[in-house]
Every structure is written in C-alpha cells, then in structure tokens.
C-alpha cells in the first residue's frame, strides 16, 4: 500500500545507505524495520509465570493453606487472624 510518512533527514539518509548496501527497496528496509519493531514491542515485558516464584516464609511453618499470597485483602485478612 502506499502512503506518506515525514521521516528525519538523517533517518532517512541511514535507510537509504542501508537499502543501497543491500541493494533493496527504501520501503522494503522501512518495511523489515517496522516489522522487527512491532515484533519487539508484542513480546511479553516479563518471561516468567507467577507460579514459578517461590517465597522465603520466615518460621518453619510456611504458608497456611488456602491463603493466596498474589491477594493484598487475602494477606491482610490472614494477618488480621494473627
């Protein structure tokens, strides 16, 4: 599709050395650009699940069943109990 964008000058002489070192079309290099960078953006932030996490409990009783931990009023709630 075609379309118009206002891209820097100095970005713009970038891609252009790039395209012509490939010997490629200045939107095919806009093109793969975009794409990496869409790319990066839509992975996840964090590459770990919650579930994996394992917390230090002071004492040698540990968590009391039932109380989920990832819950601020469920904690507090527990502590209330204390």
Request: no cysteine; proline share 4%.
């Amino acid at each position: 599709m075609r379309t118009t964008v206002n891209i820097d000058d100095d970005l713009l002489a970038k891609i252009k050395v790039i395209a012509a070192t490939k010997h490629a079309a200045l939107g095919d290099i806009v093109d793969d650009a975009l794409r990496e960078y869409l790319a990066e953006r839509a992975k996840p932030v964090a590459d770990f699940s919650w579930a994996d996490v394992a917390i230090e409990v002071p004492g040698d009783q540990g968590m009391r069943p039932g109380i989920n931990w990832r819950s601020n009023s469920a904690m507090l709630d527990a502590m209330e109990d204390l």
